[in-house]
């Protein structure tokens, strides 16, 4: 039973540039949610998407953007890149239920290194 | 979110108990505590969550006191693998799914 993937696993991109991150959900999953790791650290919330549409948002500005398609997999845009983008971006997934208490699910992450 | 407060960091004798401490004092009633883990270059990797009872899996028991303002992980057999920085999380039930993590507890298993 596969986890959840991301890719790619380390992208190199220089300021101004745009980027693209994908992520599959754990099987069984229907919502995903992105979060943005800086060196030393705890991951911080980006957005949340759920039937294709995103959810709950965290401070981040519109720079962010996101995408969930009809088999549940996620993308995640970056536009404009600044040096301060420089970060691991984690994908989680999990069950949408309301109440929910079902554990989020992450992958390993894309370390994008900002030039 | 509700905050937690975890000690920056803690060493554990390989082979014992280690047993990590986290306060909750805000915590409300719709709220679980979520415990995730850490290890270099990769995801946080679920532990546990509970409300109010105490809680136990393969990995890891959560104890939570009464009055559910404080909780304590333990990992029965530490062993060099547990080496981690383990994040204390408390999550709304209703709502709001997010995670709000906080810097965590830097954890290094001694031989």
């Known amino acids: 039973d596969a986890g959840v993937t991301q890719s790619p696993t380390h992208l190199i991109k220089t300021r101004g540039q745009q980027v693209t991150l994908r992520c599959s959900p754990k099987?069984?999953?229907?919502?995903v949610s992105w979060y943005q790791q800086a060196l030393g650290q705890g991951p911080q919330f980006i957005f949340q998407y759920y039937e294709e549409e995103e959810r709950q948002r965290g401070n981040f500005p519109d720079r962010f953007s996101g995408h969930q398609f009809p088999n549940y997999s996620s993308e995640l845009n970056v536009n404009a890149l600044l040096l301060g983008d420089s970060a691991l971006y984690l994908c989680?997934?999990?069950?949408?239920?309301?109440?929910?208490?079902?554990?989020?699910?992450f992958g390993d992450g894309t370390r994008l290194s900002i030039l | 979110d509700a905050k937690t407060t975890q000690p920056t960091s803690m060493d554990c004798a390989e082979g014992r108990a280690a047993n990590l401490p986290c306060n909750h004092s805000t915590i409300s009633g719709n709220e679980y505590v979520y415990w995730y883990r850490q290890i270099h270059s990769q995801g946080p990797q679920y532990i546990i969550h509970g409300l109010k009872n105490n809680e136990t899996n393969e990995m890891a028991s959560l104890i939570i006191t009464e009055d559910r303002k404080s909780s304590t992980l333990i990992l029965p057999h530490a062993t060099l693998r547990d080496t981690a920085v383990y994040y204390c999380i408390v999550r709304a039930v209703y709502g709001n799914n997010r995670l709000a993590f906080g810097k965590g507890n830097q954890v290094v298993v001694i031989p």
């Open positions: 989680a997934s999990s069950s949408w239920g309301v109440p929910s208490n079902q554990p989020q699910h």
């Open positions: 099987s069984g999953h229907d919502t």
